[in-house]
């Protein structure tokens, strides 16, 4: 059965240092793997994908995630938080084989950059 | 958000009552998704739809109906027989469907519709 795992409910860091938002899965098949944020009372916005090729995957507004298909997961990162990255974090997975293409979703990250 | 809408942003509904959510994209997307998000948890597929005069059950189905008549609009009737229906929901669309034999599928979010029963 396919499934997707962020770990942490909440991570806190201090504005200007590095952030991770972790992220595991489980699939069959080859994945594909998306991060998403939502701001409060909004959607979600799309950051960045993984389909195929470079493990290393750039995105919106600094991020990056790295794909690790060894430890089945798919990390997100940026260099230096910023105040305005706190918000709710999405990791979502499809099974590359999936013919009905719904995504799995994880429960959710809520990051908090300290000024 | 994209090109699409949701409408109402905010929808009271009393005990009883059915109540219709709207969703439109002028994105030419194929799929189109309505999920439901409750707080501490992750997005619920209610139902989607990948071509018009088609949809399928997602994993909450139960209280819901929705009808795809138009590429544009997929909209969520929340029936009565739905027994806790406050929570916020999201429609979403996708190029992707098995006709067009997408491979990457991108989800594309409205700002969402906050449904409360009084």
């Known amino acids: 059965a396919q499934s997707v795992a962020q770990p942490e409910d909440q991570v806190n860091v201090a504005e200007g240092n590095p952030l991770t938002v972790k992220c595991t899965y489980s699939?069959?098949?080859?994945?594909?793997l998306f991060w998403y944020v939502q701001y409060p009372n909004r959607g979600l916005q799309f950051l960045l994908k993984?389909?195929?090729?470079d493990n290393l995957v750039k995105g919106s507004y600094g991020f990056e995630a790295e794909f690790n298909k060894s430890q089945t997961s798919f990390h997100l990162k940026k260099p230096s938080a910023l105040v305005s990255d706190s918000a709710l974090y999405f990791c979502?997975?499809?099974?590359?084989?999936?013919?009905?293409?719904?995504?799995?979703w994880g429960a959710g990250t809520k990051l908090i950059i300290k000024p | 958000d994209g090109g699409i809408t949701q409408s109402p942003k905010y929808l009271f509904r009393k005990e009883g009552q059915n109540v219709t959510l709207s969703c439109e994209q002028n994105l030419n997307h194929d799929a189109m998704y309505w999920y439901r998000q409750d707080p501490g948890q992750g997005l619920r597929l209610i139902y989607y739809s990948q071509i018009v005069n088609d949809f399928q059950k997602g994993d909450i189905a139960e209280g819901y109906s929705v009808s795809r008549e138009k590429k544009e609009s997929f909209p969520l009737t929340v029936t009565s027989a739905q027994k806790n229906p406050t929570a916020f929901y999201l429609c979403?669309?996708?190029?992707?469907?098995?006709?067009?034999?997408?491979?990457?599928?991108?989800?594309?979010f409205g700002p969402g519709t906050r449904l409360t029963v009084l």
């Open positions: 993984y389909i195929t090729g």
């Open positions: 699939v069959s098949g080859n994945p594909y």
């Open positions: 979403a669309s996708s190029i992707a469907s098995p006709l067009a034999g997408g491979p990457t599928d991108t989800q594309y």
């Open positions: 979502a997975v499809r099974d590359a084989m999936d013919s009905n293409y719904q995504l799995i």
